[in-house]
C-alpha cells in the first residue's frame, strides 16, 4: 500500500508539470499566460558557403498570452477568431522571414551587397485535428521593402507526452516567392566574379522535418531541445554561394517562465 502511495504521489507529481506545451501561430509555446525568459546554444550547418558563425548563442524574452504573443524569436501574432477549444483558429502576425546577411559571414559573399533582415506581415490558420494534432498554414507578405515578395507555408505538428515530457515531431514545407529567392540567394551581375558567376533566383519551395522536446524542471523552469532538418529547393540549392541543399539545425535551451 505504502509502495502505490509512492507511485501515485510520483505520477501526479510529473502530470502537475506536463501539458504545458501548446501550438499557437504555427509556433511551439508553453506555460500559457506567463512571460519567458530564454538562453541557449544553436548549431547549424553551412548555409553558404565557407561560413563564418554556425554556433551562437540564443536569448530571447518574450510574453506567451491567451491571444497575444510576442518575443525576439518569432515577433508577434494575435489571435483574433478561435480559442483554445476551438476546431480553427486564425492570427494576425508580424515576424522575421529571413536573417539575412553580410558580406563578411562568409567568404562566399566577399564583395557582395549585404542583405538585410526581411520581416513579414500576414496571416496564419491554425487547425485543430485531435489528439495534439494541429495542421497549420500561414502567408506573409514583406512590409519592410527589403525584398517585397510573398511566402506561404504548411507544417503540420503533433504534441505527445511522455510522462512530464512534451514531445512535438513535426513536418512541413514553405514556398518562397522569386522576390524572396532573387533577393537572398541571388548573385548580381555587378556582384559576379570568377570564382562567383551571376545568378537569378526563381521562386522555390522548401521541406522541414523536425522535432522539439520540452523537459519542465519544476514550475516555472523548463529545458527543451529541438533539431530540424531542410532540404532546399533546387532554385535555391544551385546558387553559387549556396554551400548545400540539405540543411540542418540544432539547439538546446533553457528557460524561465513567470
Known sequence: MK????????????????????????????????????VGISTTSDLYKSQDDTTYLNLNLGYRGEDFNADLTNGLNYRF???????????????????????????????????????NGGFNVDINTGMGGVLSTFVGHDIT?????????????????????DFVPFAGVNWLSDDYVDHY??????????????????????????YKLVMPMGENWDISQSTQYTRLGSDIADSPIVDSANQWDAQVTMSYHF
Open 3 to 38: 509502495k502505490l502511495a509512492i507511485i501515485i504521489a510520483a505520477i501526479a507529481s510529473n502530470a502537475a508539470y506536463a501539458g504545458d506545451t501548446y501550438i499557437r501561430n504555427g509556433n511551439i509555446y508553453s506555460h500559457e499566460g506567463q512571460a519567458v525568459a530564454e
Open 81 to 119: 477568431f478561435g480559442n483554445n477549444d476551438d476546431s480553427v483558429n486564425i492570427n494576425a502576425f508580424i515576424g522575421h522571414a529571413s536573417k539575412g546577411y553580410e558580406s563578411k559571414d562568409a567568404d562566399s559573399l566577399a564583395g557582395m551587397k549585404d542583405r538585410k533582415a526581411g520581416i
Open 145 to 165: 521593402g527589403e525584398y517585397d515578395g510573398l511566402n506561404a507555408g504548411m507544417k503540420y505538428m503533433h504534441i505527445t507526452h511522455f510522462g512530464k515530457i
Open 185 to 210: 540567394f541571388g548573385v548580381k551581375d555587378s556582384e559576379a566574379t570568377m570564382q562567383r558567376s551571376a545568378y537569378k533566383g526563381d521562386n522555390s519551395f522548401t521541406y522541414n522535418l523536425g
